[in-house]
């Protein structure tokens, strides 16, 4: 099994930004592909962004495009998502999870990810 920890969340103004990482333990790192999601209160789970195994390919929501960057250090076993020009929807608890079937066409579900961090709050203020 592979262990998630996400980190970086916190409370920041409009149009601001927030660098958010993911640290994968117990397992092997470039074996999964990665992705995040997001959940605001009473809301779906819903998808933001996903790697390959080999970092070479990235895929976003159409809601987060040009705007959220994921990337992934293999020596750190850290998957990032830098997030610029928030937005007050962008307001959620944001997960990162690992996906062993390395699958871009179901990666935008949230049950074709086998493993999940506890999520970080992110909250952005009008």
């Known amino acids: 099994q592979v262990q998630l920890v996400e980190s970086g969340g916190g409370l920041v103004q409009a149009g601001g930004s927030l660098r958010l990482s993911c640290a994968a333990s117990?397992?092997?790192?470039?074996?999964?592909?990665m992705g995040w999601f997001r959940q605001a209160p009473g809301k779906e789970r819903d998808y933001v962004a996903r790697?390959?195994?080999?970092?070479?390919?990235?895929y976003y929501a159409d809601s987060v495009k040009g705007r959220f960057t994921i990337s992934r250090d293999k020596r750190k076993n850290t998957v990032y998502l830098q997030m610029n020009s928030l937005k007050p929807e962008d307001t959620a608890v944001y997960y990162c999870?690992?996906?062993?079937?390395?699958?871009?066409?179901?990666?935008?579900?949230?049950?074709?990810?086998?493993?999940w961090g506890q999520g970080t709050q992110v909250t952005v203020s009008p």
């Open positions: 790697i390959s195994r080999s970092g070479t390919n990235t």
């Open positions: 999870a690992a996906d062993s079937q390395n699958s871009w066409v179901v990666g935008r579900n949230h049950w074709a990810y086998e493993f």
């Open positions: 117990g397992g092997t790192f470039s074996a999964y592909a």
